[in-house]
């Protein structure tokens, strides 16, 4: 089953600089402190990632380049994942996975099974969640705001 971001399309959150900074530091407010290893799936989660790590502290900062959509929009059927951290730079830690929206919820529990097969204990954090849009039974730990809107970040401005 193919989803069409294009044939579909909901009404838009544009969302300024100013505003994710605000995003960034609620997020941080509800996750706390605890976390050694930050998790990013690329590309979308890097920018609210890099500030996230500033607000808790966090140094390990690695990346799982994941796509969920096709350059035209359409969705694979399963996340294309690209690249993963070794066992050994997972195994025994708390791992705080970062993606910006919870669209499907596809993407980033393919990361979460593939750091508890690494040994990691991952904590999941998103700026937007979409709990009708949803198809998995994990719900993110952490989240600002529920919305069924297509959240546009200002690093992703003119896509």
Do not use: C
């Not at 605890?34 to 799936?41: S, T």
């Not at 690329?42 to 607000?55: D, I």
């Not at 969705?75 to 993963?84: A, I, Y």
């Not at 508890?116 to 198809?135: E, F, Q």
């Amino acid at each position: 089953m193919t989803d069409t971001v294009s044939a579909i399309t909901p009404e838009k959150d544009f969302i300024g600089w100013d505003e994710l900074e605000s995003l960034v530091e609620q997020l941080a407010a509800r996750i706390g402190q605890g976390f050694d290893v930050m998790l990013v799936i690329t590309r979308g989660g890097m920018v609210p990632a890099g500030m996230l790590a500033y607000q808790l502290g966090i140094r390990t900062i690695l990346v799982a380049p994941v796509v969920a959509y096709d350059d035209v929009g359409a969705m694979h059927d399963q996340p294309v994942v690209l690249g993963f951290p070794g066992s050994d730079q997972l195994a025994g830690h708390d791992v705080l996975v970062v993606d910006e929206v919870w669209e499907t919820g596809n993407t980033i529990t393919a990361v979460v099974e593939r750091v508890r097969a690494a040994g990691g204990r991952p904590v999941t954090a998103v700026l937007h969640y979409k709990p009708t849009r949803s198809r998995t039974d994990l719900t993110p730990d952490h989240f600002v705001h529920e919305t069924d809107r297509w959240v546009v970040y200002p690093y992703k401005y003119g896509k």
